[in-house]
């Protein structure tokens, strides 16, 4: 069945450095992904998305990649900040544009100062 | 600025009662999500409601669970005898049209 895993539950970066957050998900016919950031106590707030037919789509300090090819999703931040402390999901779809989203589990990024 | 905002933010009700919770889209779209926490848990997908009909639904919706827009403006979900296990975060999606959802800032949920 469709499942969307990450792969570390927790990930401590320094404030300053790069943090990658990896994900795998199972369903290749999967066609749509997006990253979602949730601090403690609300909703989750769009990060990023991507369609399957790109490899790479950038943002603002963020960088999605997606490689279809091992079934793996990454979220890239760059000169992670305090703010950026966080849990985040990869969530995917499979189907129509209105479909609905698979989550995965969550990872807990926590910035030090 | 929220894409919707969702009433209440928190309730504490007894096991066997009947819940309603709220979401009031900021413009007038067509597609809406109910989605659930629990707590330390993933999201998951419960409903979602377009066109004021049930679009597609998870095997969490089963019959304690409806949804409907009364008014054609608010979305409601209606949890008619609430279980230990529906404890949960209760978020309301939307979207603009596109694949992106928006999420609210959800009801935190308690049943005791």
């Known amino acids: 069945g469709e499942s969307v895993g990450l792969h570390l539950p927790t990930l401590s970066v320094q404030e300053g450095d790069n943090s990658i957050i990896n994900c795998a998900y199972s369903?290749?016919?999967?066609?749509?992904f997006i990253w979602y950031k949730q601090e403690s106590g609300k909703g989750p707030q769009f990060i990023i998305d991507?369609?399957?037919?790109?490899d790479k789509r950038q943002g603002q300090r963020v960088t999605v990649l997606l490689n279809k090819t091992v079934k793996h999703l990454s979220l890239q931040i760059a000169a992670t900040q305090p703010g950026d402390s966080a849990v985040y999901f990869c969530?995917?779809?499979?189907?129509?544009?209105?479909?609905?989203?698979?989550f995965g589990k969550g990872i807990t990024l926590s910035v030090r100062p | 600025e929220p894409e919707v905002t969702q009433t209440p933010s928190h309730q504490v009700t007894q096991m066997g009662q009947e819940v309603i919770l709220r979401c009031v889209p900021i413009?007038?779209?067509?597609?809406f999500y109910w989605y659930r926490q629990i707590l330390g848990q993933k999201v998951e997908f419960l409903v979602s409601?377009?066109?004021?009909?049930?679009?597609?639904k998870s095997e969490i919706f089963d019959d304690q669970f409806s949804v409907e827009r009364p008014d054609g403006s608010n979305f409601t979900l209606k949890i008619r005898s609430t279980k230990l296990e529906d404890s949960a975060m209760y978020f309301c999606?939307?979207?603009?049209?596109?694949?992106?959802?928006?999420f609210g800032p959800g009801t935190r949920l308690l049943v005791l």
């Open positions: 369903n290749s016919a999967s066609d749509y």
């Open positions: 969530a995917e779809k499979l189907g129509g544009a209105n479909s609905k989203l698979t």
């Open positions: 991507i369609r399957s037919n790109m």
């Open positions: 999606a939307r979207n603009r049209g596109q694949e992106t959802q928006y």
């Open positions: 413009s007038n779209h067509l597609y």
């Open positions: 409601f377009y066109n004021n009909e049930i679009s597609e």
